[in-house]
Structures are given as structure tokens and as C-alpha cells.
């Protein structure tokens, strides 16, 4: 089993900036993707930022420019650096990955369990 542990979400005044990780743990070959997805109340779940095993990012127009998301490969963790925090970016923010449990296995996706970003003054 693979799981996905986030950490660093928190309350911050607009123009604010957060970190976010995300660890992954468990028995697998390899990591392909990983990225960050956000939930809104009464919205329904978004994309926010990927980025591949070779450094590739991929980044919602919402966010490019004020996010940005940076991997450890050997730690087997990514990152969501978010700066200039608007109100609209309040949100559960969710870690996914995809995982090659084993050689020449299939590829799942596995999710973190969400951290709370909440950005008010």
C-alpha cells in the first residue's frame, strides 16, 4: 500500500505565503506524477499544480506565477510553494500521485487526506 501524509496547511492574511508537502510511504517500484488539487466549498474539485518524475510542472492558469511545485525525488515528496494568497485560494488541498506498485505492474493513483488553506485577514 502507498500513503500519501500532507502537511503545512494553516490560516494566512492575503498576500500571505504557504508550503505544502507531501510524503509518500509504503511498498512500490516507482512515482510518476504527483501534484496538488484543491477543493472549495460547494465547488467541485480542481487542479492546481503536477509535476513529472523529470521535472516537468504543469500549473492552473489561476495560480502560475504565485505557485510554485518542486519534487524530491528521493524523499519521495513534492511540494506546493504559494505565494500572494488571494481569499479565492481558501480551499482543502489534496496531494495525489501515481504509483507503479510493482515491475511491469499497473499505475494507481493514491490521494492524501487534504490540508486545510485558508486565507483571510
Known amino acids: 500500500q502507498v500513503q500519501l501524509v500532507e502537511s503545512g496547511g494553516d490560516l494566512v492574511q492575503p498576500g500571505g505565503s504557504l508550503r505544502l508537502s507531501c510524503a509518500a510511504s509504503?511498498?512500490?517500484?516507482?512515482?510518476?506524477?504527483m501534484g496538488w488539487y484543491r477543493q472549495a466549498p460547494g465547488k467541485q474539485r480542481e487542479l492546481v499544480a503536477t509535476?513529472?518524475?523529470?521535472?516537468?510542472?504543469n500549473y492552473a492558469g489561476s495560480v502560475k506565477d504565485r505557485f510554485t511545485t518542486s519534487r524530491d525525488n528521493a524523499k519521495n515528496t513534492v511540494y506546493l510553494q504559494m505565494n500572494s494568497l488571494k481569499p479565492e485560494d481558501t480551499a482543502v488541498y489534496y496531494c495525489?500521485?501515481?504509483?507503479?506498485?510493482?515491475?511491469?505492474?499497473?499505475?494507481?493513483?493514491?490521494w492524501g487526506q487534504g490540508t486545510q488553506v485558508t486565507v483571510s485577514s
Open positions: 495525489y500521485a501515481n504509483v507503479r506498485l510493482g515491475i511491469g505492474g499497473p499505475v494507481y493513483n493514491y
Open positions: 509504503g511498498s512500490f517500484f516507482s512515482i510518476y506524477t
Open positions: 509535476s513529472t518524475s523529470g521535472g516537468n510542472t
